[in-house]
């Protein structure tokens, strides 16, 4: 599986849009890109996933360059309950037997 | 609630003692994963079913860990003769077994503390 690199930390205020940066520039032509967030105590939650178009669903954005060596998530408008780590993983959609973590960005959002 | 449910949430015990975890599936998901979190990491994963098959094991699987999946619905991960190491929040997902690109969904785990 492609390795991805994120920031170890982010800060938002509540009620602007959170950007999570991904980085994975080995990614392979048939790997999707997936973002989970996973707040304390909790099991991670599936937010989103696309392999080249940029994707939207009612928590969140997806945009992938045209490259596909890096990817952003976007929070439209952040509350105190985004308040998470947030992973992005590269996996083949057929094949995900297993998904590989990293550690993840940790966003805070002030109030 | 029609998530994936995981019993129980907290397990504590002493070294050397047997534990076995339980996870509950969404309904109609035939693929069912373990994964371990320890603290500040992320998940690694431990093994994954295809129905009640095992088809992949972690090498973090060591031999004192087992997992179950008999009637290809609910399934069990036992681990004996628990370490300190093996303290741990233990994650089950589950995901359809249909073409395309389907994420897997977690239960919020089972949180083992080895004394």
Known sequence: DAKTTQPPSMDCAEGRAANLPCNHSTISGNEYVYWYRQIHSQGPQYIIHGLKNNETNEMASLIITEDRKSSTLILPHATLRDTAVYYCIVSVPRGNEKLTFGTGTRLTIIP | ?115
């Open chain 2, 1 to 115: 609630d029609t998530g994936v449910s995981q019993d129980p949430r907290h397990k504590i015990t002493k070294r050397g003692q047997n534990v076995t975890f339980r996870c509950d599936p969404i309904s109609e998901h035939n693929r069912l994963y373990w994964y371990r979190q320890t603290l500040g990491q992320g998940p690694e994963f431990l093994t994954y079913f295809q129905n009640e098959a095992q088809l992949e094991k972690s090498r973090l699987l060591s031999d004192r860990f087992s997992a179950e999946r008999p009637k290809g619905s609910f399934s069990t991960l036992e681990i004996q003769r628990t370490e300190q190491g093996d303290s741990a929040m233990y994650l089950c997902a589950s995901s359809p077994d249909r073409v395309g690109n389907q994420p897997q969904h977690f239960g919020d785990g089972t949180r083992l503390s080895i004394l």
